[in-house]
């Protein structure tokens, strides 16, 4: 281990895979739009359906990509920089990008002169002003943790991390697959009882996502992983479908982050793209471009969901379109923009590090 170096190495494919799970999260948005506006059943709402199915890896590709730069070897990590450097701005993203929401919903859906409406009323509209800020939080915990990881992480076996890894499969994914699967009372009961705290929610996903990139991962795992992926992916369909029309409205519940076929191709995802680019790429403006992309990845996050509801609100590119171009079309259009504007944005000199 390095102890001089004080950050990791550039990795292109991070770029590209960070650039790949904002995309998904788009048309993961999108495509939930055009699923409410189908009965249960028809054509557009299977289709709809589907393709929401497939766009679920967003936020545990993220996760895994912090969880290998941050637990590296190869980068310095202090508690006082943690704090001050990576919480310190995401809670600065927070603030701005909150403050933004309540200022587009107040002028757009309540019409009101929010200036005169007091300064209280104003931080308490910007402390829950979009659903999608979970995200900021979630990751500014783990990072609390990432002095802790690092020690652990450096200091144990490979046996000892696929031991930590199989417990968040087991008590983790499987227990959240067969809760949403079974779906009864005494089922979700029986869960909250084998529930262990220190492998429930993210973490698992930020350690494997280290895993994956600093040890070796046998050639039988990745054939494994890559043949169960097609057949995850159609019985997670095929689940939603089934309880979908069984209920009557859209059940989504199997398609969670922690549901073990969603698990499957994040997984499939992470190790192919990976493998498949390498961390340095030979063409320097290729590199270049990614890297310019991928750090504008926060801004698109951050602004999809506006624009996305100003569109659908506006029936603008929405609602007049078969839902497989349609999905497509509003997901590139929402993603473009949404770039674009956070390049901006990241370019002003001295707070667009804090914008996006």
Not at 20 to 35: D, R, T, W
Not at 45 to 53: G, L
Not at 180 to 189: A, P, V
Not at 226 to 234: A, D, E, H, Q, V
């Amino acid at each position: 281990m390095n102890r001089n170096s004080t950050s990791a190495k550039h990795n292109t494919s991070f770029d590209i895979l960070r650039i790949i799970a904002a995309f998904s999260v788009v048309v993961l948005h999108v495509s939930g739009q055009y699923i409410m506006s189908y009965p249960v059943g028809s054509d557009e709402f299977c289709m709809s359906n589907f393709i929401n199915s497939v766009s679920r890896f967003g936020v545990p590709i993220f996760v895994m990509i912090s969880g290998a730069i941050f637990l590296s070897e190869e980068k310095s990590v202090s508690i006082s920089k943690i704090w001050l450097k990576n919480i310190f701005r995401l809670l600065i993203v927070f603030l701005i990008w909150s403050f933004g929401y309540y200022v587009f919903q107040s002028l757009y859906y309540w019409h009101f002169d929010f200036w005169n409406k007091g300064l209280l009323r104003t931080l308490v509209g910007c402390v829950y002003a979009s659903e999608h800020f979970w995200f900021l939080f979630m990751i500014m915990g783990l990072y609390t943790l990432i002095p802790l990881l690092r020690t652990w992480v450096h200091n144990a076996t490979t046996k000892e991390l696929y031991y930590f890894v199989t417990l968040f499969v087991v008590f983790q994914i499987l227990r959240t697959t067969f809760t949403i699967l079974l779906d009864k009372s005494l089922i979700y009961k029986l869960s909250d009882m084998f529930t262990i705290v220190e492998l429930s929610g993210y973490l698992g996903y930020f350690v494997l996502g280290y895993l994956l990139t600093a040890r070796p991962v046998s050639s039988k795992i990745k054939i494994l992983v890559y043949s169960l992926t097609p057949i995850g992916i159609i019985a997670n369909y095929a689940v939603s479908h089934y309880l979908s029309n069984k209920n009557g409205f859209y059940t989504p519940g199997i398609y969670d982050c922690f549901g073990f076929f969603t698990f499957i191709h994040i997984i499939a995802l992470f190790l192919f793209v990976t493998d498949l680019i390498p961390a340095e790429i030979s063409n320097p403006k290729l590199s270049s471009y990614f890297k310019k992309l991928s750090l504008d990845t926060l801004g698109i996050y951050m602004m999809h969901v506006a624009l996305l509801e100003y569109f659908v609100n506006e029936k603008i590119l929405f609602g007049h379109m078969h839902p497989i171009p349609g999905i497509l079309l509003l997901s590139i259009i929402c993603f473009v923009i949404s770039g674009i504007v956070s390049a901006i944005l990241r370019r002003i000199p001295l707070i667009g590090h804090y914008i996006c």
